[in-house]
T-cell receptor, first 116, second 107 residues
Framework: NAGVTQTPKFRVLKTGQSMTLLCAQD?????MYWYRQDPGMGLRLIHY???????AKGEVPDGYNVSRLKKQNFLLGLESAAPSQTSVYFC???????????????FGQGTRLTVV | RKEVEQDPGPFNVPEGATVAFNCTYS??????FFWYRQDCRKEPKLLMS???SGNEDGRFTAQLNRASQYISLLIRDSKLSDSATYLC????????FGSGTKLNVKP
């Protein structure tokens, strides 16, 4: 059982380049999230999805786009990378209990992105 | 104002000590609460869920106070392996993480 898998694990981009980060989960979870983590800032929510075909903005969405064409995949795109987007990116997924409460979030191993 | 606030620490304690962390959350509608542990910027991993009645898992005890909107974590008999950053989470569809509290357990 792979859980949540992120690709790639490391990447160096030049300013202005584009890339897509892939998150895949095999737990049939409805909810998926993209976070970025910077020193001293904790995890900040970029975008999230409550189901296939739906996405919504989080706390820091500017400069990012997302798509959830399939339930198991959540893609994060950077159209024109900037040095301020140098960070560690984490994907997570979760579901809801029978009582309607979010269960624990499972995380991918992270993508370390450097924009030069 | 951040959705979830924590004291960043670090908390430097000797082995065997008892240490307590608190955090506060701003959304009174939050329904799910958790403590996560994160090592050296690896992915966060669930330490324990937090229930209104309080819950215990070995040396770890978590409490939730809905009236005051704070969550606590108590670690008894600290081990060197407990050294990590502890993240507080409040969730209502979206998961909001605190910035984390760093714990250093010294020999």
């Amino acid at each position: 059982n792979a859980g949540v898998t992120q690709t790639p694990k490391f990447r160096v981009l030049k300013t202005g380049q584009s890339m897509t980060l892939l998150c895949a989960q095999d737990m049939n979870h409805e909810y998926m999230y993209w976070y970025r983590q910077d020193p001293g800032m904790g995890l900040r929510l970029i975008h999230y999805s409550v189901g296939e075909g739906t996405t919504a903005k989080g706390e820091v969405p500017d400069g990012y786009n997302v798509s959830r064409l399939k339930k198991q995949n959540f893609l994060l795109g950077l159209e024109s990378a900037a040095p301020s987007q140098t960070s560690v990116y984490f994907c997570a997924s979760t579901t809801k209990s029978r009582q309607g409460r979010n269960t624990e979030a499972f995380f991918g191993q992270g993508t370390r992105l450097t924009v030069v | 104002r951040k959705e979830v606030e924590q004291d960043p620490g670090p908390f430097n304690v000797p082995e065997g000590a008892t240490v307590a962390f608190n955090c506060t959350y701003s959304n009174s509608a939050s329904q799910s609460f958790f403590w996560y542990r994160q090592d050296c910027r690896k992915e966060p991993k669930l330490l324990m869920s937090v229930y209104s009645s309080g819950n215990e898992d070995g040396r770890f005890t978590a409490q939730l106070n809905r009236a005051s909107q704070y969550i606590s974590l108590l670690i008894r008999d600290s081990k060197l392996s407990d050294s990590a950053t502890y993240l507080c989470v409040a969730a209502l569809n979206k998961f909001y993480f605190g910035s984390g509290t760093k714990l250093n357990v010294k020999p």
